[in-house]
């Protein structure tokens, strides 16, 4: 039995439908998922910033206590305004997209945060970001690319991350506790966008809740869940709803949820091998070997599948990756961590910048991922571009030969 809210949902959709002219919006999804393989970048620290994406922003306020957009605003003030203006207005262009398009991508993944839309009390949040992003769906149309728009953070935080837009507690569910101020984001941001079914193909409900440690409350995660189908089916039945996995097992926890009385719904999994103390202590063939390991468990999932993030990354020693003015695992300056290798080259550097030896590893990790990933549904990787993370910048990833070119074309240096 479906929720009432569903059920509702239906209902007041039928009645719609059955009022409103045929042609009101285009039939069915514009990208065929059963057919066609998602392949994709995520569009990362342009309306959301990352620390690690963009260090000199943080750089500029000199102040230990910045560690995310919400400090970053606030240090900022009045000044704010301004400042985020000039970063949404420079940082991605046209041009961008023209040359995802050239490197073979279908698609985007665009993340946004709830203050976009709507601030909460006190936040020192800025908004104005809807109005690139208006801009961001045209130049996708323009270059034949697909989108997915990610609401990448909420209030209060669904992962303590700095990707939420504040590092720290994990508190969605207490300030939000039944989600009706996140789900009154979803609704203008479907209501705005779902029109575009040529190019909008799916919405994200939310970007990593942590569904892991007790952080949050499943149930009322996968209620949310539920209530954002119905949201975009009153909208326009016609666009996918995508649910983040929430750290839960891709297959063993999420097989058999919406598959009874819904459609149109994608499960995104990230896939990162350098987030614990074991996974950076693995050789280079055993991450193309753990790599190669996902296809099967991929294929195995009921619904369709995407890895809505992964990266060249074979260690964490990106400037910041972990956090703002925190260490790496890799090199052992991250707390409770061993030292695996030297980070020289990566904590700051550029592709052309790396070793010999690392440029093989990486090109063969990412020949892996693709290979896996295109077991089923496809892939996003993260991200297009970084001020300096030589194995997270896809356009300069591809500039040095690492990513394919084309998408298909295999070296397979590593033969674990």
Not at 64 to 70: A, F, L, P
Not at 72 to 96: I, V
Not at 263 to 285: E, K, M, W
Request: charged share 25%; aromatic share 12%.
């Amino acid at each position: 039995m479906l929720p009432q809210t569903i059920l509702s949902a239906l209902a007041a959709f039928l009645v719609t439908a059955s009022a409103a002219p045929t042609t009101e919006w285009k039939r069915g999804l514009s990208f065929n998922y059963n057919s066609k393989k998602v392949r994709g970048v995520n569009l990362g620290g342009w309306f959301v910033l990352e620390p690690w994406i963009t260090p000199s922003l943080f750089e500029s306020v000199n102040d230990d206590s910045v560690v995310d957009e919400y400090t970053l605003t606030a240090k900022w003030g009045k000044q704010a305004q301004a400042k985020m203006e000039k970063h949404w207005d420079s940082f991605y262009s046209e041009q961008d997209f023209a040359d995802i398009a050239k490197a073979g991508l279908n698609h985007v993944r665009i993340p946004v945060g709830y203050w976009a839309v709507k601030k909460a009390s006190g936040d020192p949040y800025v908004s104005g970001q809807l109005s690139r992003l208006d801009k961001a769906i045209t130049w996708a149309k323009n270059h034949n690319l697909k989108v997915v728009i990610d609401l990448h953070g909420a209030q209060g935080s669904q992962n303590g991350f700095d990707n939420s837009g504040r590092r720290g507690d994990v508190d969605w569910q207490t300030k939000d506790p039944d989600a009706k101020n996140t789900l009154g984001v979803i609704k203008t941001l479907t209501q705005r966008y779902t029109k575009y079914t040529d190019t909008v193909t799916s919405i994200q409900a939310i970007n990593e809740p942590m569904g892991s440690n007790n952080a949050l409350d499943m149930g009322k995660v996968k209620k949310y869940y539920y209530d954002v189908w119905g949201t975009i089916r009153d909208s326009n039945p016609d666009t996918a709803l995508m649910i983040h996995d929430a750290f839960q097992d891709p297959k063993d926890y999420w097989n058999g949820f919406m598959t009874d009385g819904t459609n149109n719904v994608i499960l995104d999994t990230h896939q990162y091998q350098v987030f614990s103390n074991d996974q950076v202590a693995r050789s280079p063939c055993e991450h193309v070997s753990a790599a190669r390991g996902l296809a099967d468990k991929l294929k195995s999932t009921d619904k369709w599948t995407v890895v809505g993030e992964w990266s060249g990354a074979l260690t964490d020693c990106t400037q910041w990756l972990n956090g703002k003015g925190k260490g790496a695992r890799y090199d052992g300056t991250f707390p409770d961590s061993e030292v695996v290798g030297s980070c020289d080259g990566k904590y700051k550097g550029t592709v052309e910048g790396l070793s010999d030896a690392d440029k093989k590893n990486i090109r063969s990790f990412i020949e892996a991922q693709l290979d896996a990933y295109e077991a089923h549904t496809g892939w996003f990787f993260w991200t297009w571009k970084a001020e300096s993370a030589p194995e997270w910048n896809m356009k300069e990833l591809i500039k040095g030969g690492l990513f394919p070119q084309p998408i298909s074309d295999r070296q397979n240096p590593l033969n674990c």
